[in-house]
């Protein structure tokens, strides 16, 4: 089994900001092809601003606390500072996933994206380039961090 720090396992035992916004303004749900893992993202968004974040996720350790902290980074911010995160950043702000996990950070990147685009598209306006998940970035991001 990986061994995963202290750190990720207190966002795991602890996860921050999990559940359900029910008056979300975006909403992103992306899934794991090869694991099958499931994880979906709720922004209540006011003027630009990320005044709430939630998570829930059918998934293991390490896309728990990478969700957890992902929410962390996120809330608080504007939407153009949302869109810049990184799973490298949600995996470094956790000091660290073991290599085979990191994959599942991934998903939270995803999910906030998908999200912010929902919050484009529910108004009838064109989300961001930034915003659009690619099929393919998953493997991407796996070959950035190996
Ligand atoms: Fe599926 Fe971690 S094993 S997200």
């Not at 990184?86 to 073991?98: D, H, I, M, Q, Y």
């Not at 915003?131 to 190996?146: L, P, Q, T, Y």
């Amino acid at each position: 089994m990986a061994a995963y720090n202290e750190r990720v396992m207190d966002h795991f035992r602890n996860p921050r900001n999990v559940g359900v916004i029910e008056d979300a303004n975006g909403v992103g749900e992306v899934g794991n092809a090869k694991c099958g893992d499931i994880m979906k993202m709720y922004l209540k968004i006011e003027n630009d601003v990320l005044t709430d974040v939630k998570f829930s996720t059918f998934g293991c350790g390490a896309a728990v606390a990478t969700s957890s902290m992902a929410t962390e980074l996120i809330k608080g911010k504007s939407i153009n500072d949302a869109l810049k995160l990184t799973n490298k950043a949600v995996v470094e702000a956790l000091e660290g996933l073991p290599p085979v996990k990191i994959h599942c950070s991934v998903l939270a990147e995803q999910a906030v994206k998908t999200a912010v685009a929902d919050y484009y598209t529910r108004r009838g306006l064109t989300p961001p380039p930034e915003a659009i998940v690619e099929e393919s970035d998953e493997e991407e991001f796996i070959a950035n961090d190996e």
